[in-house]
């Protein structure tokens, strides 16, 4: 018997990937619609072990596109949205920035108009929840945290970009009552993510012995949480958060990117039974990103004290329970790396 049909956005990626699949096996009761363009971040090899599952149905289908988006609302009798589809890489928005402010703008738009036409007189038990990012808050000196209170301060076009749409998320609460909840989460890793990422990206070049390209001097700051962590605090969110509110995310994990280099060279070396730190000799320091935020940080007291929520993991069994999945996916990765990741690659990195 279904008595929810909820509706992820951007399942096929990778954190969208690990919510479905949570969802899927923990609420039979809930039908999840997967709405998912594919683009080359989407990849529906990350859903093979649910996807024959009665309450799980993909829809390929673009957020952009107002009018299928209706569609979908209607037919599918959609009473939640998890929205996670987005354009999500910092250096793509630098080379691309339109289609940042398309996707994660417009598409927004979009569903939360599809969502206030669908809803319209009903807000009752409905949902729209909002994922996005720590990097709306700027970035952080060598002190203090991101609190729910800190004000928006984007320097990237993806992070200009997500301020836009959590922007257009609380003025659809304010203008309409359309009932929403925010979540801003720090820096995720874990399976499935794409390997253009510093984690899958630098375990698969120490792999192949292949450089690392470290930006500027290494001395930038990300706070870092396990993939299943945050799904399990979207969970916790989307069922007991106060409607209207926005909720930070984080583990109280902040790593200078050089010495999260340094452990992913060991772990990576120790499984592959290689001599400890053979592979420093890849480190590699490249030009800058350009408006390259120094430090993230992010304060989840409130997350806590009125949810209940802590991260899982200790960063060091994450890390090296990362790396073995990458080890023994070989096939999920070299399927994503041939083709036009190569392209990517050589254009992403040919003037660093
Ligand atoms: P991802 O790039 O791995 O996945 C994005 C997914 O969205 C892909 O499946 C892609 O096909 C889909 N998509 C893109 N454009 C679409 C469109 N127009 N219509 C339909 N589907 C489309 O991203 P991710 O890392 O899983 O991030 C998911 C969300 O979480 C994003 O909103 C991101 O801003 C936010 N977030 C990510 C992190 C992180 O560390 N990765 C941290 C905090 C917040
Ligand atoms: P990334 O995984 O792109 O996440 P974000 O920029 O959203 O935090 O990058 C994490 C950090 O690693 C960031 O400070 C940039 C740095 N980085 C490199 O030094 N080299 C690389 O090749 C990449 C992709 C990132």
Redesign the pocket.
Known sequence: MIDKNILV????????SHLVRLLVNKYPNYRIVN?????Y???LANLKDIEDKPNYKFVK????DFEKVQKVFLEDHIDGVI???????VDRSIKDPFSFA???VM?TLSLLQAAKFAWEGKFENKLFYH????EVYGSLGEEGFFLETTAYNPHSPYSAS?ASSDHFVRAFQDTFGLPTVIS??????GSY??PE?LIPLFINNICNNKPLPVYGKGENVRDWLYVED?AHAIDVIFHKGKIGDTYNIGGFNEWKNIDLIKVMIKTVDKLLDREEGASEKLITYVTDRAGHDLRYAIDSTKLKEELDWEPSLQFEEGIEKTVKWYLENQEWLDDITSGDYQDYYREMYKAK
Do not use: P, R, W
């Not at 956005?9 to 969208?16: C, E, H, K, P, V």
């Not at 709405?35 to 683009?39: A, K, N, P, S, Y």
């Open positions: 956005t951007g399942g096929a990626g990778f954190i969208g709405m998912d363009v594919l683009t971040a989407g990849n289908c673009d957020i952009c929205h996670f589809a987005a354009e999500s890489h398309q996707t994660n598409g994922v996005s990012t720590d997500k801003n989460c720090s820096n995720n890793y993510q794409f990422k945050h």
